[in-house]
């Protein structure tokens, strides 16, 4: 069956330095990728895209990589700020259109000053 | 534009109660999602529609849910009867075809159901 993973302990680090979250995914060919960033009480918000055929896309502080080959997305925030914390979600379609997104369950990360 | 609107924003009725969840997308977005999110499972999808039409409702938990988008810029999500396994978040959500950004979802800020 499809599957896509997230860890789903939080994950906590310090001010400054790089968070990386982890996507994997099982059964899924996806056209794309997505992360989006959820805070508490409010609906998901759009980060990044990447596509199938794209290795790294870039936005300001964040990194996403997409290995379709090890079926893996992993997602940077370099130079963490305590205003980063939240729950990250990562998302796959197969249609490659915008339609029936599956998101992974969210890693909750924790920015400590 | 406003982006997604949803309403209410906190619904709390008693089992057996009918629920109806209201959504805006945003103006000239195509697609309409409906999601469910709760602690153990997540986000799901539950149905979305394409130009005010069904496409594909297999996240529908059972007969008990029903969603209709009568025109491009209203679409409801009813629950009857409710019951208290049905309390979640409840999430609205659109997208463009053609627009900038047209492969993101934009999502309302949800409806928190209680089902007592």
């Known amino acids: 069956s499809q599957k896509i993973e997230q860890n789903s302990e939080a994950l906590n680090i310090q001010e400054g330095k790089t968070a990386t979250l982890t996507c994997n995914y099982t059964?899924?060919?996806?056209?794309?990728l997505q992360w989006y960033r959820q805070d508490p009480g409010r609906g998901p918000v759009f980060l990044l895209l990447i596509r199938e055929n794209e290795k790294e896309k870039r936005k300001e502080r964040l990194k996403v990589t997409f290995d379709t080959t090890l079926k893996q997305s992993l997602f940077h925030i370099t130079a963490s700020q305590p205003a980063d914390s939240a729950t990250y979600l990562c998302a796959l379609d197969t249609t490659g259109t915008a339609s029936k997104l599956t998101f992974g369950t969210g890693t909750r990360l924790q920015v400590t000053l | 534009d406003a982006g997604v609107i949803q309403s209410p924003r906190h619904e709390v009725t008693e089992m057996g109660q009918e629920v109806t969840l209201r959504c805006k997308p945003i103006?000239?977005?195509?697609?309409l999602f409906w999601y469910r999110q709760t602690m153990m499972r997540g986000l799901e999808l539950l149905i979305y529609f394409n130009n005010n039409v069904p496409i594909d409702d297999s996240g529908m938990p059972e007969d008990r849910f029903s969603a209709k988008m009568p025109n491009a810029s209203f679409s409801t999500l009813k629950i009857q009867p409710s019951e208290p396994r049905d309390s979640a978040v409840y999430f609205c959500?659109?997208?463009?075809?053609?627009?900038?950004?047209?492969?993101?979802?934009?999502f309302g800020p949800g409806t928190r159901l209680l089902v007592l």
């Open positions: 959500a659109s997208s463009g075809t053609g627009l900038a950004g047209e492969e993101t979802q934009y």
């Open positions: 103006s000239g977005h195509d697609y």
């Open positions: 059964n899924y060919s996806p056209a794309y």
